[in-house]
């Protein structure tokens, strides 16, 4: 049998954070260490408790499981520009059982911890504002060595996120993705905007899910649901009547990295020209001294879908 990839997973859970640890928990070639959670959706109080929630719907949350571990609520250094506060158009609060479960050891004290104590190299996909990573860094920046691929879910090549010009993540704490893109992890996977638009999940897929009846596939099924219902205000996304399930992809990418088109390039995140703030900006080169960053730009949405129903059929 094949040895199971240990995986630190970081995250402002909402519903596609949701679908991601569900994913890491559960997939078989996994071995999900912890959930380090950030601000970024929501207050962190809220991103944990939702952690919490979707490892207890598995039953890994608890004594024995998978550790939920607070961290960062703010960015990792002041922000060019004021960030609106919350995320009135998502709940804060997943459909979900409330937890029984309590959170562990702060976020960055353990992830500095757990890595300096790793035997085996450890994925780390960041599913959020790096701000967790950022700060681990600036606590022990020999961590990088404890970590074979970094996968972070962020960045925008040609499609637009938040801002004509910037994802989400990366908008949130710009600082934090320098530091962290910056730093000398081995191989690091930046999977964008472009790739997650380009393997939207619809209706159809949703009841895919649905019809296999376990606790995971109910719940994504749901999440997919409501994740249309949203994007019905995204014109592109009501005309094929799907939204993108953008993080699970990142997870995803560790089992099946074929499932991606990538790039190589190097990347640098623009921290001060207030009209393009937070922009990833691409050189079309390899930047050997930073490990030859890979851009994802495009998916397979077959084998995504696939992969999600093999690994949310298990429980």
Same mark, same amino acid.
């Given at each position: 049998?094949?040895?199971?990839?240990? *995986?630190?997973?970081?995250?402002?859970? @909402?519903?596609?954070?949701?679908?991601?640890?569900?994913?890491?928990?559960?997939?078989?070639?996994?071995?999900?260490?912890?959930?380090?959670? =950030?601000?970024?959706?929501?207050? =962190?109080?809220?991103?944990?408790?939702?952690?919490?929630? =979707?490892?207890?719907?598995? @039953?890994?949350? @608890?004594?024995?499981?998978?550790?939920?571990?607070?961290?960062?609520?703010?960015?990792?250094?002041?922000?060019?520009?004021?960030?609106?506060?919350?995320?009135?158009?998502?709940?804060?609060?997943?459909?979900?059982?409330?937890?029984?479960?309590?959170?562990?050891?702060?976020? *960055?004290?353990?992830?500095?911890?757990?890595?300096?104590?790793?035997?085996?190299?450890?994925?780390?996909?960041?599913?959020?504002?790096?701000?967790?990573?950022?700060?681990?860094?600036?606590?022990?920046?020999?961590?990088?060595?404890?970590?074979?691929?970094?996968? *972070?879910?962020?960045?925008?090549?040609?499609?637009?996120?938040?801002?004509?010009?910037?994802?989400?993540?990366?908008?949130?704490?710009?600082?934090?993705?320098?530091?962290?893109?910056?730093?000398?992890?081995?191989?690091?996977?930046?999977?964008?905007?472009?790739?997650?638009?380009?393997?939207?999940?619809?209706?159809?897929?949703?009841?895919?899910?649905?019809?296999?009846?376990?606790?995971?596939?109910?719940?994504?099924?749901?999440?997919?649901?409501?994740?249309?219902?949203?994007?019905?205000?995204?014109?592109?996304?009501?005309?094929?009547?799907?939204?993108?399930?953008?993080?699970?992809?990142?997870?995803?990418?560790?089992?099946?990295? @074929?499932?991606?088109?990538?790039?190589?390039?190097?990347?640098?995140?623009?921290?001060?020209?207030?009209?393009?703030?937070?922009?990833?900006?691409?050189?079309?080169?390899?930047?050997?001294?930073?490990?030859?960053?890979?851009?994802?730009?495009?998916?397979?949405?077959?084998?995504?879908?696939?992969?999600?129903?093999?690994?949310?059929?298990?429980?």
């Amino acid at each position: 049998m094949t040895a199971r990839l240990p *995986v630190v997973l970081d995250c402002d859970t @909402g519903t596609d954070d949701a679908v991601a640890i569900l994913l890491a928990a559960l997939h078989p070639r996994l071995d999900l260490l912890g959930v380090t959670t =950030v601000w970024g959706n929501h207050d =962190v109080r809220h991103t944990t408790d939702n952690s919490l929630r =979707v490892l207890d719907l598995v @039953g890994r949350g @608890g004594v024995g499981g998978v550790g939920v571990h607070p961290g960062r609520n703010e960015p990792v250094r002041p922000r060019l520009e004021p960030l609106p506060s919350g995320r009135d158009d998502l709940p804060p609060t997943l459909d979900l059982p409330a937890p029984t479960s309590v959170a562990g050891a702060d976020a *960055v004290e353990w992830l500095v911890a757990t890595l300096r104590a790793a035997t085996e190299p450890v994925a780390l996909v960041a599913t959020g504002p790096l701000t967790n990573l950022a700060a681990a860094l600036a606590a022990d920046r020999s961590i990088t060595g404890s970590v074979a691929r970094l996968v *972070v879910l962020g960045g925008a090549h040609r499609e637009a996120g938040v801002t004509p010009y910037a994802e989400r993540n990366v908008w949130c704490d710009p600082e934090a993705a320098a530091d962290v893109l910056a730093a000398p992890f081995r191989d690091v996977l930046l999977v964008t905007m472009d790739a997650t638009f380009s393997a939207p999940l619809t209706a159809a897929d949703a009841a895919r899910l649905r019809a296999l009846g376990t606790p995971a596939a109910t719940a994504a099924a749901a999440f997919v649901e409501a994740r249309i219902d949203w994007y019905r205000r995204d014109r592109a996304m009501a005309a094929v009547g799907g939204a993108p399930l953008h993080d699970p992809l990142a997870v995803a990418a560790l089992v099946d990295p @074929g499932l991606l088109t990538t790039l190589r390039a190097s990347v640098r995140v623009e921290r001060t020209d207030p009209a393009t703030y937070g922009a990833t900006r691409f050189a079309a080169e390899v930047d050997e001294a930073r490990g030859r960053l890979a851009v994802a730009v495009r998916a397979d949405h077959d084998r995504y879908l696939d992969l999600l129903c093999a690994a949310l059929a298990r429980v």
